[in-house]
């Protein structure tokens, strides 16, 4: 049974393969350009949507850990320090934020990199490219 499955399986992935090599694939500058914008608009919005995701998980984790501390210290010591968590909290947050920043603006950075990477590589093929009169430029 295991080898007629194999078997089967085999015949399928040849059969695919067979499919794949007489489909011809045209090259599309057009697909290369909608993804180059797609690109930059990812890179446009990374920074934000970084900075907020890493404020929010330092928020909650600050506000957790702040509130355990701060509990058992006010428990063990008889104080009151519900304005230096929250002071703490705000502190740390600012600094996920700012961590956030930082790391959506290499995220950003990469996108548009490997955009201009894509256009540049678009252009060397325009450039090269013969056109009706035989010249390439």
């Known amino acids: ?4 499955m ?3 399986f085999l015949q399928g ?3 695919a393969t067979a499919r794949t090599r007489q489909m011809p694939t045209e090259y599309d500058s057009n697909i290369v350009q909608s993804y ?3 690109l930059y ?3 446009q919005n990374i920074i934000v949507a970084t900075a907020v995701v890493y404020g929010l998980y330092t928020f ?3 506000a957790v850990l702040s509130t355990v501390i701060f509990a058992y210290l006010s428990r063990e010591h008889r ?3 519900g304005n230096s968590a929250i002071f703490s909290v705000l502190i740390f947050t600012a600094i996920g934020v700012a961590v956030g920043v ?5 995220k950003a950075f990469h996108l548009k990199l490997e955009a201009q990477q894509l256009l540049y590589q678009r252009q060397i093929e325009r450039n090269t490219h013969p056109r009706a009169d035989g010249s390439t430029v």
């Open 13 to 15: 992935v040849l059969m």
């Open 41 to 43: 608009k990812q890179a």
């Open 102 to 106: 930082s790391e959506g603006r290499k």
């Open 36 to 38: 180059v914008a797609e």
């Open 79 to 81: 104080t009151d320090e």
């Open 60 to 62: 909650l984790f600050s």
């Open 6 to 8: 194999r078997g089967t």
């Open 1 to 4: 049974m295991f080898t007629r």
